[in-house]
């Protein structure tokens, strides 16, 4: 007879290491990604309603087209203002989407949609995906398991 050892149970064995695993890596990794992702979006859309050719009907049609445009156009063009990085992203939004402000100045209405069906797909994931991989580490977070800590 062995004393000392027990049987371990498979399934609580992997609840410990994936909590372990999540608590480590995911939970970081996706807060990372997310804050990066934001950061794109935000000196895209930014630097988008900084160019001359475009900015005031982006900024204009931006609330009429999505919330979260509207947002990143107003934050990103806020902060690219104070920390004056508004000509370089005015020059990286024209060089993603300078060929279509032409079909946009033509017509103002749809310029947006237009835009956005247009966009390389870095774009559009990190228009999406910034605020849920934020979202999804913070709940990760929440739900990540706690250690009981006792005194005495």
Same mark, same amino acid.
């Given at each position: ?7 371990? *149970? @498979?399934? &609580? =064995? ?5 909590? #372990? ?8 990794l996706c807060l990372i990604l997310g804050f990066v992702m934001l950061a ?30 509207? *947002? @990143?156009? &107003? =934050? ?5 203002? #104070? ?7 005015a020059l990286y939004a024209q060089g993603q989407v300078g060929s279509l ?52």
């Amino acid at each position: 007879m062995q004393h000392g050892w027990k049987p371990v *149970c @498979y399934k &609580t =064995a992997m609840n410990q290491k994936g909590g #372990m695993l999540m608590k480590r890596v995911w939970v970081p990794l996706c807060l990372i990604l997310g804050f990066v992702m934001l950061a794109h979006s935000l000196y895209f859309w930014g630097g988008l309603a900084s160019t001359e050719e475009v900015g005031s009907l982006v900024r204009e049609r931006a609330s009429t087209f999505s919330f979260i445009a509207w *947002c @990143y156009i &107003t =934050a990103g063009q806020g902060l690219l203002d #104070m920390s004056g990085y508004q000509e370089s992203a005015a020059l990286y939004a024209q060089g993603q989407v300078g060929s279509l402000f032409a079909t946009m100045n033509e017509n103002a209405y749809t310029a947006l949609s237009h835009l956005f069906k247009e966009v390389p797909a870095i774009i559009k994931v990190s228009y999406y995906g910034g605020p849920l991989m934020i979202l999804f580490g913070a709940f990760a977070h929440l739900r990540k398991p706690k250690p009981f800590k006792t005194f005495g």
